[in-house]
Structure formats: structure tokens, C-alpha cells
């Protein structure tokens, strides 16, 4: 822990030669307090030392808290001084690094907004300089990972209801969950037909042990919660303001709602203003944050200032494994784990391919880590690094993320139940505004316009998504394209010079699925290229360029229908520059012809489900799983919820 680092704190000259007994008589007032190295200085007030820590007031109202051993010898020795004293303040707050807000302890007249705090005062400086950088490139793959298992739960969570929106207008914004601290909050937004038209943020804290509501709280912003802290008051929110960059700290015991400190994590020289798209408390001490250009920063809580910092691919969502330990990465081509605690890359390997819009989740029990990457779903065994499971699940979107409810089951797009083992599309669970998986847990929020809500843990899947599995898996035609069977191959779309080439890549693949050519299969592998068509394509900081696009295809096709299809094209829509290279020049030769390697690096699925009655590619995805669960709001004790099969 380093004290606070503000641009704003003047160095103030204070005289070597101090007698004992002016510093027991000036023990209430400011000083300027130094740690053991002599590079950070604050002026601040004593408030309290106790289990080898001291508690210091800053001049502005807020408080911070050290180890004593930290201290510079001058302040080591003033407090030993001190502690002589017969008459000295006891510590009545017992709060922490981040106290709640006691009458006295600020000189800051606080201004009132429905129940919470109406400013949290200045934005506080961030000093970059003092944050180590780490770079990504530098590590050599290498991956030997030793699995976090997650700590159980010494009770079951409950559901727990939600009132009512306020008005049409009301969104839930965000739910932040800690099942351990036994929270959980939801947050709303409204800014539209409000009295005074002014925005208004509504926090709901409820508990998870007991199932009942502890608090309801309203201030005037516009505002959503990104994390919960271990102690389970103190909320990390994030400015829904356009253009605003600013994070907050609130604190939320009960009904009033602390608004306690705000800070901007931009680092100088990013290009706009990136936003914060991933927050998490990894202790109680320190936070991560990922932003919109892919900076991942770690903070230190007391002092709201970044330690260290690295880049990751900008569309990359990352994940915390069960512990706080470990941080889930993609970075060019490669995935890797981040130690939270040491500062350092701990494990990084190449991805099969290039992988776009990345997002990642542990598995409950620590043994695996998950990824989707726009159309495909990666699975590794998190102690080797090997690919447990790598397909694609054609018709559903997976740019939303991805929850692991279960070890053997992951939620998509937070409503698609994926069976791992078989690679099934198994059961939708469709109605839920927010969804997270947290060890083996999964709460859904639903909060309906006029009735009230309710956030509900379950264990997926539910008895009837397991008993219609049991079934489908005993169905002899359940799948109409896996390995062993035969299937129609038709290039005839191919230019000429180039059919040979694509067949022989397209056969090779399905022999590597043990899958034989047979002109008489129910199912075709067919293969298509169109174009070229003239574009112009726009790309960020770079401009406009005229194209010439062709497009590449490849489906499956059962009783004339489109079961499974993969598209590709000659001209990419993201393109890595290097200093030497032009994009003109680079889209300029791409645009010559289509990109038949497209062929050569096409992953085929190794199952694909018979079609479901009328179910067609690209129609509801629900309608090509085996079934389906409206979640509807109820505040049993955690449960599997019911359904219907299809």
C-alpha cells in the first residue's frame, strides 16, 4: 500500500526538532505525514491506530488507512509519542480503509438528494506515473496452471423480490452480486419523465441469506452499479453521462446511500474517452477495470491509484477466476492468465485462429476456462492449456458472453443452455433482463413493468432440461450431421481453377470427422464464392476506401433446408498495421480476388442438430433447441425452474 499521490497536495516545511509534549497537544490538528521511502506526502489529521494500522483525515473529508511500518521513522516515532498520551481518541468506527460517513468526520457540508449524497466532491487525481506497465509481447508461451477451486458457500442463496419499476421509463440498469458477503444489489435508471426532469439512479440492497430487502436508496444521477465489494456496502458505479469518464464509490448499508469519492481512470494519450466495460473487487483491498481500448488496470482501494497496468485486445471481455487470483486475456492470437497478486502474465499459449469479440468465464469448479468469439465457443483444461472443446453453434449470437452454470454446461447469449460433453443446443431460458453464473449458481433478474421483480439463484439445468438430454441422446437421429456419417459434397460454385483445390481441403476435413462423400447422403457440404461487388468500407482514423468484395460460403443443407453455414470474405473489417505497410495498399491487393484459404482454415461442426418443425437459420435460435423456460419472477428458496420440451 502507498499513500495517496495527488497533484494537488503542496510540500509544506515542517521543523526537525519537535518536542513530545507540542505533539501529543497538536494531535487533532492537520500534519503532513510522509511514507518510509520520502516520495508521497499528504496533510491530514489523526484519527485512530489500532492492529498495527493508523487511520488518517485528509484535509479534503476523506479518510485512509496504512500500516504503521509503512510510515516514514518521524511518523513511527510521533505516534509511539502519542500513545503516551492518558487522554487520546478511541477508534469508534472500525470501518476500514473506506469507512462509512460519520457525523463530524468531514468539514464538507454535505448536500442532500432524496435519500443518498448529492456530490461526492472533486474528481481525484490519477498518477499514471506510479503504475508499472507490463507488456504482454514480452512473455514466451507457456502454459502449466494449477486450478483454483472455489470455496463453498456456507448457506443457500435465496431469491429475492423486487419492487416495482417507478414508471415505463425505469430500466434495471445492472445487478451487482457477492454471494459470499451475501449481497446483492440492483441498480435502475431512469431519465425521462421525472419530476424536474432531472436523472435519478435507484439502488435496491438486498440480502441473499435471508432473502428480504435491507435497503432502498434514490440520488439524482445517472449512474449503474459495475461491482460489489466484499463487505458488501461499498459499490463500485459507473457515470452513465454521455462523455463522462468518471467512476464512483458509493457506500450502502441500509436506505442512504454515501456518495465518497469519484475518480477518472483515463490514462494520458488515449485517444478519446475510453469507457470502463469490466470492473471487479479482486479483495478488499484492490479492484480491476477493464476500458474500451483495452487497457486492463489494478488499483489499490485506499489510494484510488492504478499499481499496474497492461493492454489486451479492445473487444476482449475478461474474466476473474473464483479466488480474485487469476484473470482470464486474449491479446493477438493468444490467450493467457494474469496474476492479480504478482504483477505478472503466469501462463500464455496460442489460439487456434484469430478470434474476435472475445469473452471468457472459469468453470465452477476452477478446472476449465470458457471463450466465445463471435460465432464459435473455445473450451481449455485450465491445468494444461489443452482444447477441450472447440465448435461452432450456428443461429445464436454469442457477442453477449458467456455464464458456466454448471461444469458441463455453459449459458449463451443469457439464454442458451449448450450441453459440452455432446455439444448440444439443450434448452432456452428466455425472459431475464440480467443472467450471471457465479460457482455453479445461476441468478436470473427479471424485472417485469407492472409487477414486481425478483432476482432468483438456480442450478441449471433444471430436472426437465436433464430428462429431454437423457432422451435426445438415446434418439438414433438426433443429430443428422457427426461424425461416421455420409454426406453429399457440391463445389460446383467454385471458379474452375480453383474447385479442385477447395474439394480437396473440404475433404480432408470431413475425413479428419471419419465422414465419407456419398452422392446419395440426406445432407450436402456445399460450397459457394459470389461477387465481386464494389464497397466502400470506412475504417476508424483511417477513412474511406472502395472495395471489391467476394464472399465465400460453405452450409449444410438438409431437405433443402440451411441447417449450418459459415461466410467469409476477401476484405477484413479489423486490420492490424504495421509501421512499414499502407491499408490502401493492403485492401488494394485484397480485393484482387476472393480468399480461398477461408477453406483451408474452416473448422466444420461435429454436430449439428436435426431442425426443429420450421425452424430455419438465422429464426429464433430457441426454436432449434431441444426446449424452452420463460423465467418468470418467484422468491422460493434456489430451485430448478420448470419447462416444456419442444
Known sequence: MSLIRHSNIFPIITFTLLMALGAVADADDARTWSDATGRFKIEAKLVSQKDGKVKLERTDGKSVEIDITKLSEADQKYLKELELNPFKTTDDDGKGAMPAKKEGMSAKKETRSGNGSANPGATQNVDWGGSSEVDISSYGNGWDVSPVVPEELDYVPKAVSLPKRVDFFEKLQGVVIHPKARRVVAGYMWNFGVKNKAPQTRLVLSDLNTGRERGE?????????????????????????????????????????????????????????????????????????????????????????PVCHFSIDSNCRPALSADGSMLAFYKDERIGLFGTKSHEVIAIQKTPRRLNFTNFAFSPSGERLACTAFDALLVWELETGEIYRDFVLEGIVLNSGVEYSHDNFVLLGKRYLVELESMIKLWDYHGAENVQAIDGTTYFSVSPQNSPGAIMPTLLPHEGAREALNAALNEPDLFVFREGVNVQLDTSQIPGSHQAKVEASLRNKLSELDITVDDSAPVTLKAAVSGPKQKEMTYTRSGSYTVQIYTTTVELIYQGKSIWKKTGT?????????????????????????????????????????????????????????????????????????????
Open 217 to 305: 436508496g434514490v440520488v439524482y444521477a445517472e449512474m449503474a452499479p459495475l461491482a460489489l465489494h466484499p463487505d458488501g456496502e461499498l459499490l463500485l458505479m459507473k457515470n452513465l453521462k454521455r462523455g463522462s469518464p468518471n467512476l464512483e464509490l458509493w457506500r450502502m448499508p441500509n436506505n442512504h446511500i454515501s456518495r465518497e469519492r469519484t475518480f477518472a481512470p483515463i490514462r494520458e494519450g488515449s485517444f478519446g474517452r475510453p469507457e470502463v466495460q469490466y470492473a471487479r473487487f479482486l479483495d478488499e483491498n484492490s479492484f480491476v477495470l477493464k476500458d474500451s481500448s483495452g487497457l486492463v488496470s489494478i488499483w489499490d482501494l485506499s489510494t484510488l491509484q
Open 570 to 646: 476477401n476484405i477484413p473489417h479489423f486490420v492490424r498495421i504495421q509501421s512499414n505497410q499502407n491499408l490502401g495498399d493492403i485492401l488494394s491487393k485484397a480485393s484482387k480476388q476472393p480468399a480461398y484459404q477461408f477453406y483451408d482454415n474452416l473448422a466444420l461442426p461435429k454436430f449439428v442438430q436435426k431442425p426443429v418443425g420450421d425452424a430455419k437459420l438465422n429464426a429464433a435460435p430457441g426454436g432449434q433447441t431441444i426446449g424452452s423456460s420463460k423465467v418468470v419472477p418467484t422468491t422460493s428458496t434456489r430451485r430448478r425452474p420448470t419447462g416444456r420440451s419442444r
